[in-house]
């Protein structure tokens, strides 16, 4: 495949950047694009260049770190899965790819299409955990009953992996998608109740703090999601929220 | 419970009450404005009641103002908030990949809106205010001195749309107002919270309404101007 990719430059935070074109050629469909990057920044270190730089980590999906805006999309046109698991198959020979760093006042950028994501770092620790004593008499956890349709949907919350494709994706950069599956997975369990009031109102407003903007239920965070984390999270947030306001 | 309308949650379940007390509104607005295309009579007799009825002249219109007056600000602030949040914004993006057009779109179909109701009130309400309380006739007839004269709401209704080019700016203003409820009425539930089991079926509600009560409004103001 020979592909034209028009990607954004920005050498620092300060740096007002731009949008750079490469050509790139004998690329592998059943490459990931991830290793499609690899090959350009192999090419520009040749050249003597400076390689693009973009986060990743353990390529598998998993880890959160892949992000990128590709084409128009929060990890690129498939769905369900993230920009390392994107493969080169999704494109056609000639195409011109667009490749973007996520946008958000709450997710600047550090350097090329690397943004700091540590926002949703302390979101997390404004709530985003339950207080236990593991000092070696923990109870089993198993040994507290949880209704299994509970224990579904709190295990489904849990798979979100804090990639801020939602924020990216969302018209408003609303990262109420993370906070409402972070707030839920909680929420759903026993464990969890004991600091429900606290950790929904301290979560909240952290991520209001952040910068983040209002959720306007579009829908496009749900569609872009990798983990594909639903909306009724976000209702479970709300919900969460309104019952604690009126308690604190 | 001081601070909710400080949150982000609370100002969006804010503007979901606001805007679930507009949609019941508008619902009440169609269901008297129906009557005038079946019973002149009784479409005389029950605005006459709501136009001098004390509960709705002084609790309920002022109660309804306050309303939309709300929904706009706040509908403003989101949007300025909003767009603070994502200053620089992407080379490509491809919105139609993942949304509607109307929930992307939520803020021009709310000006559109907002710029009808203006017009709207510079039609019916505002003559309407000037002759109950500026001229100080309550008698809602069509000649104050002459009981025999009727009722004047139907026929100035009726006379309103005979002017071509009103009745296609509110027809266009009723498509506008159909793609904001499309979005707005499931919107208004999911900020509230209540996403569960009747969801699919509130949804299904939400889009009969936001097509029949616009298209009803559109069938009136078009049998106005072709039966005059």
Known sequence: ?248 | MSGILNSSIGRKFAMALSALFLMIFLLQHFSINILSVFSPDTFNEVSHFMGTFWAVQYVLQPILILGVIFHFVMGFVLEIRNRNARKINYAKNNGSANSSWMSRNMIWSGLAILAFIVLHFYDFWAPEINVKYFKGDMSGLIDPDNVDSGFRYWEELHHKFQDMWRVILYCVAFIFLSLHLLHGFSSAFQSTGMNNKYSKGLQGFGKAYAIIIPLGFVFIALFHHFTH
């Open chain 1, 1 to 248: 495949m020979n592909l034209t990719l028009k990607i954004w430059r920005q050498a620092n935070a300060n740096d007002k950047g731009k949008m750079v074109d490469y050509k790139i050629s004998d690329i592998s469909p059943d490459m990931s694009f991830l290793e499609m990057l690899d090959v350009l920044n192999n090419e520009l270190i040749e050249k003597g260049e400076q390689p693009v730089a973009f986060d990743h980590d353990c390529r598998e999906g998993i880890c959160g770190s892949c992000s990128l805006y590709i084409n128009g999309e929060a990890h690129g046109p498939d769905r369900g899965v993230t920009t390392c698991q994107l493969h080169m198959r999704m494109f056609k020979d000639g195409d011109t790819i667009t490749i973007e760093p996520f946008r958000a006042t709450a997710f600047p950028v550090i350097k090329d299409l690397i943004v700091d994501r540590t926002s949703f770092d302390r979101i997390q620790h404004a709530g985003g955990f339950i207080s236990v004593n593991t000092s070696g008499n923990t109870i089993d956890a198993n040994a507290i009953p949880v209704n299994k349709h509970n224990a579904d949907d709190a295990f489904s919350a849990a798979t979100c992996i804090g990639c801020g494709a939602c924020v990216a994706s969302c018209k408003n950069s609303s990262a109420m998608l993370f906070v409402g599956a972070k707030v839920s997975q909680f929420a759903l369990l026993p464990q969890g109740q004991v600091e429900a009031t606290d950790r929904v109102l301290n979560m909240v407003k952290q991520m209001d703090e952040e910068g983040f903007g209002n959720c306007t239920n579009t829908g496009a965070c749900e569609v872009e999601c990798p983990k594909g984390i639903s909306l009724e999270n976000i209702a479970r947030m709300n919900r969460e929220y309104l019952k604690a306001s009126l308690k604190g």
